[in-house]
Structures are given as C-alpha cells and as structure tokens.
C-alpha cells in the first residue's frame, strides 16, 4: 500500500466527525491522487468484506477500473466508511492508531 498511514488516518478522523467536518474529507480526499484515492477505496472495500486482505491487488485494480464518480462522493455514500478503514486497515496488519494520535 502506497498511501500513507497518515493520510488514511486524517479520513477517519474526518469521517468519525461527518456531521461537522464533512467539508474537509470532501476536500482531502479530492486532493489526494488517483492511486491514493483508489488504495482507500480498496481498503474500504476490505474493510466492509467485500474483498479480503489477500485479495488486496485485485481489490485495488477494480478501483481503479470501476471508478465511475468522484471518490469523496463515493466514499461519504458508503455507510459506516470510518469503520470500513479501521477494519480494512486492521485486516491488512496496519496499525492507524499512532498516525491518529498524531493527528489529535
């Protein structure tokens, strides 16, 4: 996975805080590149199931194939995406708790 810990993180905290900040996940995702924006998806993918950790090269190239609206519209239609990541990012053996610690 190419996209930073930190940049996953900053999209959860921003998703755990919607109501408030939803601006701001909009704007940080739309300013993330066409890979970083695909490597959430694909890690929110995981994260829901719909794909496991192994899978992650697959679940990534259909990201990228598939992606038909901007992903920030995409991501914030997907219920419980704060969730999705942790999981997601959890599944992967990636640990998002010291870049959120960082980020507060």
């Known amino acids: ?5 930190s940049k996953v993180a900053q999209v959860v905290l921003f998703a755990h805080e919607i109501d408030r900040a939803e601006a701001e996940l909009r704007a940080f995702i739309g300013g993330l590149n066409e890979d970083e924006q695909a490597e959430l998806v694909a890690l ?4 829901r ?4 950790a192994t ?14 609206t901007p992903t920030e519209s995409y991501l914030l239609g997907m219920p419980h995406i704060a969730d999705h990541l942790e ?4 599944m992967m053996g990636l640990d998002l708790g010291e870049a959120e610690g960082e980020l507060l």
């Open 55 to 68: 899978e992650w090269d697959e679940a990534l190239a259909t990201a990228l194939q598939e992606k038909t």
């Open 44 to 47: 929110a993918w995981i994260g």
């Open 1 to 5: 996975m190419d996209i930073s810990l």
């Open 87 to 90: 999981s997601g990012a959890e």
């Open 49 to 52: 199931g719909s794909f496991e």
